[in-house]
């Protein structure tokens, strides 16, 4: 089964910074990836999809970028609602597996 | 306006079994595949099952496999979890989502609240 490994697992970072996450695949995967957002006992929301489609309502402070087992997601500029759990998913492969998620602190 | 709503989460024995249900409103069942996904306490994201349309396709994770099995009721608008021979390990909030497409792309683009499962002598 592919893996995705996420990098880092915590981050800390204040209003208005900028943050990149990464997210990388065991092998290539076109662009077959999603990004969510989730927040403590909250549902997942999703952010990014096909590695770097904003879906709609999701500011455009959120961006993607990747193909083939490198990918990144960036918030431009954080927002105090964005502090937040940020996974990775493996798009349209079984078994869609989710990255291990990154923790954005303050 | 879309929901997906989860329900049937309890405190089970090991060994002991549970049905989840998920019911949506607000779109088009029927046209979606749907799926569940699992959160245990503190943890990640784990995909669990999926189903087609037409509920004639079904996939699992190997964790749950033999054990668990997904099932919809259209005309009802809603999707089930069998959950059997559960062990501590299935202890999770279990969410269900809608499986999104366009294009080429593929996503959850609509997920439910989730509802708690815990398995616990």
């Known amino acids: 089964d592919i893996q995705l490994t996420q990098s880092p697992s915590f981050v800390s970072a204040s209003v208005g910074d900028r943050v990149t996450v990464t997210c990388r695949a065991s092998?290539?995967?076109?662009?077959?990836l999603a990004w969510y957002q989730q927040k403590p006992g909250k549902a997942p929301n999703l952010l990014i999809y096909g590695a770097s489609s904003l879906q709609s309502g999701v500011p455009s402070r959120f961006s993607g970028s990747g193909s083939g087992t490198d990918f990144t997601l960036t918030i431009s500029s954080l927002q105090p609602e964005d502090f937040a759990t940020y996974y990775c998913q493996l798009a349209n492969i079984f078994p869609y597996t989710f990255g291990q998620g990154t923790k954005l602190e303050i | 306006e879309v929901h997906l709503v989860e329900s049937g989460g309890d405190l089970v024995q090991p060994g002991g079994s549970l049905r989840l249900s998920c019911a949506a409103s607000g779109f088009t069942f029927n046209s979606y595949w749907m799926h569940w996904v699992r959160q245990a306490p503190g943890k990640g994201l784990v995909w669990v099952s999926r189903?087609?349309?037409?509920?004639?396709?079904?996939t699992y994770a190997d964790s749950v496999k033999g054990r668990f099995t997904i099932s919809r009721d259209n005309a009802k608008n809603t999707m089930y979890l069998r959950m059997n021979s559960l062990r501590a390990e299935d202890t999770a909030v279990y969410y269900c989502?809608?499986?999104?497409?366009?294009?080429?792309?593929?996503?959850?683009?609509?997920w439910g609240r989730g509802t708690l499962v815990t398995v616990s002598s």
């Open positions: 092998q290539g995967i076109s662009t077959w």
């Open positions: 989502a809608r499986e999104g497409v366009a294009g080429l792309d593929w996503y959850f683009d609509l």
């Open positions: 189903i087609k349309t037409d509920g004639t396709t079904t």
